[in-house]
T-cell receptor, first 114, second 115 residues
Framework: DAKTTQPPSMDCAEGRAANLPCNHS???????VYWYRQIHSQGPQYIIH???NNETNEMASLIITEDRKSSTLILPHATLRDTAVYYC???????????????FGKGTKLSVIP | EPEVTQTPSHQVTQMGQEVILRCVPI?????FYWYRQILGQKVEFLVS????????KSEIFDDQFSVERPDGSNFTLKIRSTKLEDSAMYFC?????????????FGDGTRLSIL
């Protein structure tokens, strides 16, 4: 099962910042937080990942709380093309000597409104 | 930007027939994966593959499924005798490595429809 909790849906006005929260209270010290999104049943698209420090790239920023129990993905200026399901994933290391799989939950459906 | 490509985009097959889904991973990547997504459901892991061997597989990946990298570029998923419940989107992914800080990159999938 996914180790994260996300709201099922959110709306954001076009041009405004979209802040997508994720709770991962059982994260362990060496597990990264990953964000992917899926547009119209296309393949999941990698956005960003982080361990403990805040991260920024050309797509988004990732803010991780100091206790690492939650994080927020920020899309600084949301456009209509950002409408998608956003998945917050903690790499699952429960299956022995490293697990390769990503465990997807239901994610947050972000609707960007004109 | 390099990407994972999958063919065909849509495959329609009669129940009981064999089907092969094809993927070309990103060229310098060493680890390869298949996931599936039944309509309206979560994306589910099927199998990971490295150095011509299966590294990890899920309970879904039973004896009807197999994977191989026949020519050093393509990565294929074969379903031996398809069932109606195999209808889904199948996504291929690849990564440079398997450390937690190395992301997997996905293709746009093959929609498999079993009649």
């Amino acid at each position: 099962d996914a180790k994260t909790t996300q709201p099922p849906s959110m709306d954001c006005a076009e041009g405004r910042a979209a802040n997508l929260p994720c709770n991962h209270s059982t994260i362990s010290g060496n597990e990264y937080v990953y964000w992917y999104r899926q547009i119209h049943s296309q393949g999941p698209q990698y956005i960003i990942h982080g361990l403990k420090n805040n991260e920024t790239n050309e797509m988004a920023s990732l803010i991780i709380t100091e206790d690492r129990k939650s994080s927020t993905l920020i899309l600084p200026h949301a456009t209509l093309r950002d409408t998608a399901v956003y998945y917050c994933i903690v790499r699952d290391q429960d299956s022995g000597a490293g697990s390769y799989q990503l465990t997807f939950g239901k994610g947050t459906k972000l609707s960007v409104i004109p | 930007e390099p990407e994972v490509t999958q063919t065909p985009s849509h495959q329609v097959t009669q129940m009981g027939q064999e089907v092969i889904l094809r993927c070309v991973p990103i060229s310098n990547h060493l680890y390869f994966y298949w996931y599936r997504q039944i309509l309206g459901q979560k994306v589910e892991f099927l199998v990971s593959f490295y150095n011509n061997e299966i590294s990890e597989k899920s309970e879904i990946f039973d004896d009807q499924f197999s994977v191989e990298r026949p020519d050093g570029s393509n990565f294929t998923l074969k379903i031996r005798s398809t069932k109606l419940e195999d209808s889904a989107m199948y996504f291929c992914a690849s990564s440079q490595g398997v450390y937690s800080n190395q992301p997997q990159h996905f293709g746009d999938g093959t929609r498999l429809s079993i009649l």
